[in-house]
């Protein structure tokens, strides 16, 4: 079991970097795959960014591509979300989640930990 806590939102402007932290306040992420999702009032919960359990492999929901970066951090127990060139549109509250020995996967319901979520707003 593992429990995660996001930090690092906050309110930027458009064009702007932001790094997100999920690091894990018991148990440990190394043998979990990694996800980032993101949720914006009154839209679906829409997938962002997820990393393999060994690292190895990461994807990317399309609209993020070429911005966000996801990357892990096992002996600090930690995985981040770098973005860069921030837009309006990536307003949302921003969650990680942990999936037991998971491949990255797109999809939610393959995780089964999830943090509370952290705020990000951009304004144009």
């Known amino acids: 079991q593992v429990q995660l806590e996001e930090s690092g939102g906050g309110l930027v402007q458009a064009g702007s970097s932001l790094r997100l932290s999920c690091a894990a306040s018991?148990?440990?992420?190394?043998?979990?795959?990694m996800g980032w999702f993101r949720q914006a009032p009154g839209k679906e919960r829409e997938f962002v960014a997820a990393?393999?359990?060994?690292?190895?492999?990461?994807r990317y929901g399309d609209s993020v591509k070429g911005r966000f970066t996801i990357s892990r951090a096992n002996a600090k127990n930690t995985v981040y979300l770098q973005m860069n060139s921030l837009k309006p549109e990536d307003t949302a509250v921003y969650y990680c989640?942990?999936?037991?020995w998971g491949p990255g996967s797109d999809l939610g319901y393959e995780y089964d930990y999830w943090g509370q979520g952290t705020q990000v707003t951009v304004s144009s």
């Open positions: 990393i393999s359990w060994g690292g190895g492999s990461t």
């Open positions: 018991e148990g440990t992420i190394r043998t979990y795959g």
């Open positions: 989640a942990a999936d037991p």
